[in-house]
């Protein structure tokens, strides 16, 4: 079974601090994708980046970077220079399907505060 | 583009009625559509699966005759919770998926907060 798991519950940080979010999962798909989204206060989920399990490139958007190592079966986000709005829970997933929509499994999320 | 909502965003109810919550995909055709329940700080826990046009598949201790799912068109998914008690109370979120491309991934909506008096 899949298990996805995020060993930082909070995380507080001051403005214009780097942060790196962990994430490792278990799975025995050789084909599988994984997700990060951000739940701001509002609670909407919003979709940050998914990545396919054959693509171990690591990708940046902006403040934004992600560390994909199917080595350590680990995919880490990093915010740099962080800011109050990145204030918010954020939730890895894994997705064991060959469908990438289909069956989440969320790790237990990270809260992270930003402080000014 | 992938735009899901959900309606109502708040609703405050007693205990016995039944509230229905629903949930749209704007822009795109979502084939299949998930309903959360998150409790305070918590993970999301998957209720079911909705297909459009077929019955809802439903995880394990989640009862289906207490959370009613239609799932009627392409761009509706509803959620009916029947009876309602103060145990309900909890931020319900749906999300939908459409086929291929970019809309293969669950897209969330904004959440409904159930509260039952």
């Known amino acids: 079974a899949q298990k996805v798991t995020q060993a930082q519950t909070e995380i507080s940080v001051v403005e214009k601090e780097d942060v790196t979010l962990d994430c490792v999962y278990e799975t025995r798909d050789t084909t599988y994708y994984l997700f990060w989204y951000k739940q701001p206060p509002s609670g909407e989920l919003v979709f940050l980046i998914r990545r396919n399990s054959f693509d171990e490139q690591n990708e940046i958007s902006g403040r934004y970077s992600w560390n994909f190592q199917k080595s350590t079966s680990s995919f880490n986000f990093t915010i740099t220079a962080s800011q109050v709005v990145d204030s918010a829970v954020y939730f890895c997933?894994?997705?064991?399907?060959?469908?990438?929509?289909?069956?989440?499994?969320f790790g237990g999320g990270t809260r992270l505060m930003v402080k000014p | 583009g992938a735009v899901v909502s959900q309606h109502p965003s708040r609703v405050i109810c007693k205990s016995g009625t039944s509230v229905k919550i629903e949930c749209r995909s704007l822009d795109f055709q979502a084939t299949t559509m998930f309903w959360y329940r998150q409790f305070p700080k918590k993970s999301l826990m998957l209720m079911a699966t909705s297909n459009e046009g077929s019955k809802a598949t439903y995880e394990q201790g989640v009862e289906k005759d207490k959370f009613l799912i239609n799932h009627a068109s392409l761009t509706l998914s509803t959620l009916t919770v029947t009876s309602a008690h103060p145990e309900d109370s909890s931020f319900y979120i749906c999300?939908?998926?459409?086929?291929?491309?970019?809309?293969?991934?669950?897209?969330f909506g904004p959440g409904t907060r159930l509260t039952v008096l």
């Open positions: 997933a894994l997705s064991e399907t060959p469908n990438a929509g289909n069956m989440l499994t």
């Open positions: 999300s939908a998926r459409g086929d291929g491309g970019v809309t293969d991934t669950q897209y």
